[in-house]
């Protein structure tokens, strides 16, 4: 089958990576034998206005059927900076429309609330989400966010003034969809908040992890800034924030100026081609390195059942060298990693068990709080180390030797 681009339509897609079939891997398994559902993970460029993005991807009613996560589960650090970035938009009142799309259980649009701004709606598809941001106060439109929803809210409500996307761009496989709905909702002057993943750092730290079969979009700043552009919202301001790797942060404003050109994506296409010839040295180095610790004898544990652990397990196929995962939230004990069938149990198992290493397998922003709730594990002579970027110390096998 052929795929073309999901924002310039080019047809032409480049090979970056093919994974194989993977399991969805924020769906923990009740049993370890239990059934599961798998898909192709193929990841491609376009090498016309440089998005880097999954073919074939799984289809939406599939992949969030079961879907439970809720955003005031994960911290935010970035919070205060995207607030502080709001507060700036001279244009905003208190009673300015502000929509959030993909607003999850409202926590955000929450944050607005206790701020004083008064004219506040989500859109949320799922129904954990939906119900406890409803519950919170937060009104909530329990769908998912298209062209009719757009429709909907700008008949009863007209256009609004601001529009806020946190990491939810990256998961929309329907682009032009998106697309047409911002246009009909965003006034004119008006403005966006968007945050995704940083692909160029996902680039540059060579961060496996970080593909995700939910995750059909990575956008680079030169490819954000493009995709607006061309529904004329022009970058106001960017940056960054580590959050799950590190997020890339994103403001526009509505207005009839000219189309940003097709990125100049020389650099680019040299940090992916680096990205995709390292990948199977990656794969070498990181059993290596694990092997070691197994000919010691070392019992070996993973803490954190999080998406991106699961992605690195399953793409690498390392689980064989682990014992078992560990993990503080409630909601992931007793059950099973998704693919790798490793159980979940409590982080109390590292002690009762005499686990030697414990990987740590979350968000680096996590790690010292991690690291520090777990004294006694490590007065009894136990080590942890973090394994996924950016943080201080990687192990080896995340050197890039395609650049020694």
Not at 78 to 101: A, D
Not at 122 to 129: A, K, T, V, Y
Not at 199 to 206: P, Q, R, T
Request: proline share 4%.
């Amino acid at each position: 089958m052929k795929y073309c681009c999901r924002i310039c339509k080019n047809k032409n897609l480049s090979n970056i990576l093919e994974l194989g079939k993977h399991p969805i891997s924020h769906r923990l398994l009740l049993e370890k034998e239990q059934k599961e559902y798998t898909h192709p993970v193929n990841l491609v460029y376009c090498d016309k206005c440089g998005l880097i993005q999954l073919v074939d991807p799984i289809p939406p009613n599939e992949l969030y059927s079961e879907y439970n996560w809720l955003s005031s589960w994960k911290p935010n650090p970035q919070i205060p900076e995207l607030l502080s970035l709001i507060k700036g938009m001279h244009e905003l009142t208190k009673t300015s429309k502000i929509i959030e799309i993909g607003s999850n259980d409202g926590s955000f649009l929450n944050e607005l609330k206790k701020l004083g701004y008064e004219n506040l709606l989500g859109i949320e598809p799922s129904m954990d989400g939906y119900q406890s941001a409803t519950k919170n106060g937060i009104k909530t439109i329990h769908d998912y966010f298209s062209e009719n929803i757009a429709r909907t809210i700008f008949k009863h409500q007209g256009k609004c003034d601001l529009i806020i996307c946190r990491h939810v761009l990256e998961h929309i496989q329907d682009i032009d969809m998106f697309s047409a709905g911002l246009s009909k909702l965003l006034r004119p002057s008006g403005h966006i908040l968007i945050e995704v993943p940083d692909a160029d750092f996902i680039l540059n730290e060579m961060d496996y992890s970080q593909i995700w079969e939910e995750h059909t979009n990575y956008f680079t700043l030169k490819t954000l800034s493009y995709f607006f552009s061309q529904i004329e919202i022009q970058q106001t301001y960017s940056g960054s924030a580590q959050f799950s790797g590190q997020s890339l942060i994103f403001t526009g404003k509505k207005g009839k100026s000219s189309r940003v050109a097709k990125p100049e994506l020389t650099g680019q296409y040299k940090e992916i081609l680096a990205f995709k010839t390292f990948w199977p040295h990656f794969k070498i180095a990181i059993h290596k390195y694990l092997q070691g610790f197994k000919k010691k004898e070392k019992k070996i544990a993973l803490y954190g059942a999080g998406c991106r652990a699961c992605s690195l397990l399953n793409f690498t196929d390392i689980s064989k060298y682990l014992d078992f995962v560990v993990d503080d939230q409630l909601e992931k004990l007793n059950l099973f990693l998704p693919g790798s069938k490793l159980p979940v149990f409590s982080s109390k198992k590292l002690l009762s068990d005499s686990i030697d290493i414990c990987f740590l397998a979350v968000n680096s922003e996590n790690n010292d709080k991690v690291i520090k709730n777990h004294q006694d594990y490590l007065d009894n002579g136990g080590i942890f180390i973090p394994i996924l970027p950016k943080t201080k110390h990687l192990p080896s096998f995340w050197q890039n030797q395609s650049k020694d």
